[in-house]
């Protein structure tokens, strides 16, 4: 159900990139502080629940691009690989695994973990959205 109203449609115009910058930032902000993959999650999906409010369904999901059930499906299989790779290493399942790279701190360093977040956070992106879409669907 879609609300026909012209002051949400433009604040969700502005809103809608804030939030989407936020989810970013909870997201990298988690490593080390309250945040992550699944608030991240969380956020974006707000910022996608309130465009589907003010613009539909149907148009959100064209401005995601990306089927909700599949985003479901490659974070699980990011999380799950995530874990995999300390066994490859011998060590035990979810162990993590850390990468020297030539960049500026904090981003010096890449690791299992980050890929863990990044896998719940499409999972929960794709479910959140998921129900928020059939939702919004049914009349």
């Known amino acids: 159900m879609r609300v026909d109203s012209l002051i949400l449609r433009t604040a969700v115009r502005y809103l809608f990139p ?7 930032f ?24 309130l465009y589907s409010i003010a613009y539909g369904a149907e148009q959100a ?41 030539p960049l500026p701190s904090p981003l010096n360093k890449i690791g299992t973990p980050l890929l863990f977040d990044l896998g719940v956070f499409l ?7 998921t129900i928020i879409f059939a939702l919004e669907e049914v009349e």
């Open 18 to 24: 804030l939030l989407l910058t936020f989810a970013v």
């Open 26 to 49: 909870v997201f990298l902000r988690g490593h080390n502080d309250p945040g992550g993959g699944f608030v991240a999650g969380l956020v974006a999906a707000a910022a996608y629940g």
């Open 61 to 101: 999901r064209r401005v995601l691009g990306v089927e909700t059930r599949l985003l479901i499906g490659i974070g699980l299989a990011i999380a799950l690989l995530s874990g995999l790779a300390g066994l490859t290493s011998g060590l035990p399942f979810m162990s993590g695994l850390w990468i020297d790279l």
């Open 123 to 129: 999972t929960v992106l794709g479910v959140t959205l």
